[in-house]
C-alpha cells in the first residue's frame, strides 16, 4: 500500500514562508502525479496543487502566485513552497496520490 509521510508545517506569521515535504513510498513515484489538499477547521478537503510525472503543475486560484509545487523523482518526494500566508492558508495539508492519503500535516497562519 502507498504510504506518504508529510512534514514541515507549523506555526507562522502572516506573510511568513514554509515548506512542506511529502515522501513516498510503496509506489512507483516517478511515474505518479502527486497532489497536495488542506483542510480547514469546519471545511471540506480541498484541491491546492497538482504535479504531473512530467512537471505540469495545476493550482487553485487562492494560491496562484504565492505556492509552488515541485518534486524530485530521485528522492521519492513532492514539495509544496507557501509565500506570503494567510491566516486563511490555516489548515491541514494533506498529500495525495494513487488514491492514498497522508496524515497531514498542521499549519497555523497568525494574523
Known amino acids: 500500500q502507498v504510504q506518504l509521510v508529510e512534514s514541515g508545517g507549523g506555526l507562522v506569521q502572516a506573510g511568513g514562508s514554509v515548506r512542506l515535504s511529502c515522501v513516498a513510498s510503496?509506489?512507483?513515484?516517478?511515474?505518479?502525479?502527486m497532489g497536495w489538499y488542506r483542510q480547514a477547521p469546519g471545511a471540506q478537503r480541498e484541491l491546492v496543487a497538482l504535479i504531473t510525472s512530467g512537471g505540469i503543475t495545476t493550482y487553485a486560484d487562492f494560491v496562484k502566485g504565492r505556492f509552488t509545487i515541485s518534486r524530485d523523482n530521485a528522492k521519492n518526494s513532492v514539495y509544496l513552497q507557501m509565500n506570503s500566508l494567510k491566516p486563511e492558508d490555516t489548515a491541514v495539508y494533506y498529500c495525495?496520490?494513487?488514491?492514498?492519503w497522508g496524515k497531514g500535516t498542521l499549519v497555523t497562519v497568525s494574523s
Open positions: 495525495h496520490s494513487l488514491g492514498s
Open positions: 510503496r509506489m512507483s513515484f516517478s511515474i505518479n502525479p
